[in-house]
């Protein structure tokens, strides 16, 4: 297998733009390499080789013309399946939209189109992006690339687990408690989830609305800088997309960004149940930025503890009110079985929907439902206002970034707890903040356990602070030694 899969986005761009490679040479190369390692992974829902030699036929054409669209002219990009592509399979991991095929494209993916990257292929996730461990698929669990008896993290564990084991350049994931920047640090790569509002959520399936956020997934700083780039964009087809400034963010990475900076390492973030291994790893990473030249500062964010609460009243609620729409009677799956109308509803609904989902709608129903709306929805909100309001104060009192880690543990064996939903919510206890206050994360390789399994180190923003937060990532990531460190995959 040709060993240019295992290169940046950055390298390869250079690569392409001096003529060392054709789009079409590289496109082969992932393709080669996903169809003989992803039989162990199962990154991958759905292939189009065709399409995807045709997108980058067409890109080295325009190259030979002079009439390249950017950076990423040329670049094989993958989609988690729960983005929608014109004339593509769209089913969210689903046996609800087993057959279903998109009739538009997401605006993401449209932006990315504009600048030349070469579609290839959807990738599996957790259903309707409901879990935190790529197991809750109807099609299959995805396996971690660094050690196939473990979960790659989740929701969007195909996303991550592809930029891991090299089927693709990049990928885009969606975020709506964490399922970008776990799977992330769970797979050694890196993993953004971008303020709400930056890049437009058209054409995203919805779990939670208020929540969801599209995102990049790369194996390098810079690579995610550049994708991210590519997709924001303000969108008037989303109600909730904001008109601010695009920069380039790749183009003004500051490498020296922690000197003189001031990262809040929040007490909250660091509770004696943490993991031992990752509780080491973070401290070290910590002494690291501090020997850079980073003020490291103490900071409280109170309300912590009730994130989880919180996040699962309000996200079940608004899937609750999303998923209503898959019925049965229009473009869903429709059970055979049914006698009446009502039935038809039941039992569509019933096989369509894996055990995961359906707990969910139940637990979104019920706060939603009379008597209780007041008690337990219109007060996670108040809850939420609170949450905001303590990262508000801390980067007021002076903080540049919040550091943290971004999973409580690396990797965990697959099966070992999809029996205990409790346990499992508790994965996402250091993400899930981050999108109840609307703010930009990312995730970044920060060491290696003792079985040899990614650790990351998380990085929260201000609100549309993006080209602040990629610099203090990149920043730690030339601190942290991890970047082009890839699992062992054969």
């Known amino acids: 297998m040709s060993d240019i899969a295992l290169k940046s986005v950055k390298e390869l761009s250079d690569m392409l733009a001096k003529g060392e490679i054709s789009s079409v040479e590289l496109t082969k190369a992932y393709i080669e390499r996903t169809a003989a390692l992803d039989g ?12 995807a030699l045709d997108g980058a036929e067409a890109s080295d054409k325009r190259r030979a013309r002079g009439e390249t669209l950017g950076a990423l002219d040329g670049i094989p990009v993958s989609l988690k399946d729960v983005i929608a592509v014109e004339n593509q399979p769209l089913t969210c991991a689903s046996k609800m939209l087993e057959h279903y095929v998109s009739p538009y494209t997401a605006t993401s993916v449209k932006n990315l189109q504009a600048r030349g990257a070469v579609l290839w292929g959807r990738l599996n996730m957790d259903e309707f992006a ?19 008896s473990r979960i790659p993290g989740g929701s969007s564990g195909g996303s991550a687990a592809a930029v891991a084991a090299c089927f693709c350049a990049c990928s885009l994931g969606s975020d709506t408690g964490g399922s970008i920047r776990q799977p992330a640090s769970l797979c050694g790569v890196v993993g953004m989830k971008p303020t709400y509002g930056l890049v437009s959520r058209y054409g995203l399936a919805a779990f939670a609305s208020s929540l969801d956020q599209i995102g990049p997934f790369a194996r390098t700083v810079q690579d995610a800088a550049m994708l991210l780039g590519a997709v924001a964009s303000y969108d008037p087809k989303d109600s909730t997309s904001v008109k601010v400034p695009i920069p380039d963010y790749a183009a003004n990475l500051d490498e020296n960004w922690l000197k003189g900076k001031k990262l809040g390492l929040p007490k909250e973030y660091l509770p004696d149940g943490l993991d031992a291994q990752v509780r080491a790893a973070i401290e070290k990473s910590v002494e690291k930025c501090a020997a850079a030249g980073a003020q490291i500062v103490e900071i409280s964010l109170p309300h912590t503890e009730l994130a989880i609460p919180v996040y699962y009243i309000i996200a079940t609620a608004e899937a609750s009110s999303n998923l209503a729409r898959y019925d049965g009677v229009r473009y869903t ?20 929907f894996g055990e995961e989902v359906k707990r969910r709608i139940i637990l979104g129903s019920y706060v939603l439902s009379s008597g209780y709306y007041d008690a337990y929805y219109l007060r996670a909100q108040k809850v939420r206002t609170l949450i905001r309001r303590d990262f508000e104060k801390a980067f007021e009192s002076g903080i540049d970034a919040v ?5 409580p543990s690396a990797a965990f064996k697959l099966g070992e707890k999809v029996s205990d939903p409790l346990e499992m919510y508790l994965n996402d206890i250091f993400t899930i903040n981050v999108n109840l206050a609307g703010l930009p994360g990312i995730s970044v390789p920060c060491a290696l356990s003792a079985e040899g399994l ?3 180190f998380q990085i929260i923003g201000k ?16 601190l942290f030694g991890m970047r082009g460190v890839l699992p062992n995959l054969q």
């Open 40 to 51: 162990k992974v199962h990154a991958f829902l759905f292939k189009d080789e065709r399409l």
């Open 130 to 148: 409901m879990g935190s461990s790529c197991e809750n698929s109807a099609f299959g669990p995805t396996h971690n690339p660094w050690d196939l």
């Open 333 to 352: 799956h429709r059970s055979a079985k049914a006698k009446d109308i009502v039935d038809l509803y039941y039992k569509s609904r019933a096989e369509g």
């Open 403 to 407: 550091i943290a880690p971004t999973s």
């Open 454 to 456: 990614p650790i990351g």
């Open 463 to 478: 609100p549309f602070d993006e080209q602040n937060l990629l610099s203090c990532a990149h920043s730690c990531e030339e």
